[in-house]
C-alpha cells in the first residue's frame, strides 16, 4: 500500500475576484477622479432612450448612448457628479416651441398605422432620414426632459455645468422632423434659461449647420447662435449656413447680427480647428456677454465619420469644451450628431472628463472591464484612435482668417451687449410643471418600489447591468 504524502506541493491561494464596483473604485483612484473644488457637474440620463431603434441601416444608433454611459461608468466618472434619471417632457412643456398639431402627429403615428396616415407624412417632412419606429414618441420626450432638467439645475444653481449626452438634435423644426432630429431639445432648453437669463450663447461644433436653433431664434436678440460647420449648398445637408447669413437683413430686427457662421470646407485637422475657434468663440463671449452658454457637442465633426468630412482627433474636440468651460459661465453640454458610435462614446467620455476636471490625469487605455469592450476593438482598447487624415484639408489658413476677420466686423454692429428687458422671459408655467412633476415622481416612487421587491436577492447593488 502506498504511503500518503507526508509534504505537500505548495500552491499559491487563488487571487480574489474583483467586484465591479471594486475595480472602478481603482479606476477612480488611478485616474484621480472627484467631485469638482468650487462647482458643481450633473449628468442627466434615462437608459430608456437607448433602447428605440431607427432601423438596421439608418445611421442614428441611440446604442452610441449606451456605450458613452459604460465608458463613463467604467472610469467612475458618475461618482464626482451629480447623476439623475431624467424623466420624459411634457406635451406642455414641448408645445413651447413645439405645433400642437405636430406633437399630437408624433404621439399618434407608430409603424402599424402609419399607412392609413400616409397622406399627413410629407407635410411633416416624415421619411427615410427621420422614419417612423416603435415608441417615437416617448424617445423624444425622454431626450428633451434631460435637457430641460439640465437647463432648470442650471437656472437654479444646483449645476454650473450641466450634460445631457442624449440631445441636442439641432435640425427639428417647429413643424417638422429633420436631419434624424424630431423634437428640438436645444430650443426647448434654451427657452427654460431664458426665464432667468437674459443673454444665452448657443454654439455648435457639429459637422452639419445647427439650422434650427438658428431659424428658432432669428429675431431674438436675447440669443446669440455661433454655427462651426461644414458648408456646401449643393452637396451637404442641409445646406445652410453661409458666413453672410448673420440674421435679418433689416437691421431694425432685433436678431439682426445674432446669428453667426462659421462654413468650413473637407478636411479641417487640429491645430487649425482650435484655433480658429478660440479666435472667434473669445471675442463672441467678451462681446455678447452671455449670462449661460449652450454647447452642441456633435460628434461628427471627427474623423472617420460615417457621415462627417473633417480630420478632427478626440482631444482637438475636447479642447473645444474645455475653452468654453474655462470662462466659468452656467454652461449646458448637449451631444448631437456622430454615427461612428464607438468613436462618439470616446468623445462624449473624455469630454465629460473635461467638465469634472480629470482629463489631464485620465488613462486612455480603456478599462478592461467596460461592459461593451468589444465594442472599441477595432481600433484597440484606447480612449485616443488617431482618426486623421481620411480627407484632403481644403481649409486654407488665408480663408480661415477671412472667416475670422468677418465675424469680428459683425460684432461690431452689437456695441456691447444689449440691453433687455425681462419681460420678454417667455409665460410661467411653473405651476403646471410641478402638478405634472408629482404625478411623475409618484409613479416613480410606485415602481421603484416594485423594481426592489423584484431584485431582493439579485446580485450587488452596485452592478452595473444593462
Same mark, same amino acid.
Request: negative net charge; contains cysteine.
Given at each position: 500500500? /502506498?504511503? /500518503? ?50 432601423? =438596421?441601416?439608418?445611421?442614428? =444608433? ?61 407635410? !411633416? ?104 460647420? =461644414? ?39 487640429? /491645430? ?66 456622430? !454615427? ?33 469592450? =468589444? ?23 488665408? !480663408? ?67
Amino acid at each position: 500500500m /502506498a504511503q /500518503a504524502r507526508i509534504v505537500q506541493e505548495y500552491a499559491p491561494a487563488p487571487a480574489a475576484t474583483l467586484t465591479l464596483d471594486q475595480k472602478i473604485q481603482r479606476e477612480i483612484e488611478k485616474n484621480g477622479i472627484e467631485k469638482p473644488k468650487g462647482y458643481t457637474v450633473s449628468w442627466h440620463n434615462n437608459a430608456e432612450v437607448e433602447d428605440h431603434h431607427f432601423g =438596421k441601416n439608418h445611421p442614428m =444608433k441611440p446604442w452610441r448612448l449606451t456605450l458613452t454611459k459604460h465608458l463613463i461608468m467604467a472610469y467612475g466618472m458618475h461618482t464626482a457628479m451629480d447623476c439623475y434619471l431624467s424623466r420624459a417632457a411634457t406635451k406642455e412643456e414641448m408645445s413651447e416651441f413645439h405645433r400642437d398639431d405636430y406633437l399630437e402627429f408624433l404621439e399618434r403615428i407608430n409603424p402599424n398605422n402609419m399607412l392609413t396616415l400616409d397622406s399627413a407624412l410629407p407635410s !411633416y417632412n416624415i421619411g427615410d432620414d427621420c422614419p417612423i419606429f416603435d415608441g417615437l414618441y416617448n424617445y423624444c420626450a425622454l431626450y428633451s426632459g434631460a435637457s430641460i432638467d439640465a437647463a432648470r439645475k442650471l437656472i437654479n444653481s444646483q449645476s454650473q455645468v450641466a450634460i445631457n449626452w442624449s440631445g441636442g438634435l439641432h435640425h427639428a423644426k417647429k413643424s417638422e422632423a429633420s436631419g434624424f432630429c424630431y423634437i428640438n431639445d436645444i430650443v426647448l432648453a434654451i427657452l427654460q434659461l431664458l426665464r432667468y437669463h437674459p443673454r444665452v450663447l448657443y454654439i455648435d461644433i457639429d459637422v452639419h449647420h445647427g439650422d434650427g436653433v438658428e431659424q428658432a431664434f432669428w429675431s431674438s436678440e436675447r440669443v446669440m447662435t455661433l454655427s462651426f460647420h =461644414k458648408y456646401d449648398k449643393e452637396q451637404f445637408f442641409p445646406g445652410t449656413g453661409p458666413l453672410s447669413d448673420t440674421g435679418p437683413e433689416n437691421h431694425l430686427n432685433p436678431g439682426a447680427h445674432h446669428s453667426l457662421n462659421v462654413p468650413l470646407h473637407d478636411g479641417i485637422e487640429d /491645430a487649425d480647428y482650435v484655433w480658429l475657434f478660440k479666435e472667434i468663440v473669445a471675442p463672441c463671449i467678451e462681446t455678447y456677454c452671455p449670462s449661460a452658454i449652450v454647447l452642441q457637442c456633435g460628434a461628427d465633426s471627427l474623423g472617420c465619420d460615417r457621415l462627417g468630412c473633417f480630420n478632427l482627433n478626440i482631444r482637438a474636440h475636447g479642447e473645444c469644451v474645455r475653452f468654453v468651460k474655462a470662462f466659468n459661465i452656467p454652461l449646458l453640454i448637449l451631444g448631437g450628431g456622430g !454615427y461612428t458610435p464607438r468613436n462618439v462614446a470616446r468623445l462624449w467620455a473624455y469630454e465629460t472628463s473635461i467638465c469634472i476636471g480629470a482629463h489631464e490625469n485620465l488613462n486612455e487605455a480603456i478599462p478592461a472591464h467596460t461592459p461593451t469592450l =468589444k465594442a472599441f476593438a477595432k481600433e484597440g482598447p484606447t480612449l485616443f484612435p488617431p482618426l486623421t487624415g481620411k480627407f484632403e484639408n481644403k481649409n486654407s489658413r488665408e !480663408y480661415l482668417s477671412s472667416i475670422i476677420v468677418e465675424i469680428r466686423e459683425q460684432l461690431r454692429y452689437l456695441k456691447g451687449a444689449p440691453s433687455i428687458q425681462m419681460q420678454n422671459i417667455p409665460p410661467d408655467l411653473a405651476g403646471l410643471r410641478e402638478e405634472v412633476e408629482r404625478e411623475i415622481e409618484e409613479e416613480r416612487e410606485e415602481r421603484e418600489a416594485v423594481r426592489r421587491m423584484r431584485e431582493r436577492a439579485v446580485g450587488d447593488r452596485g452592478e452595473m447591468v444593462d
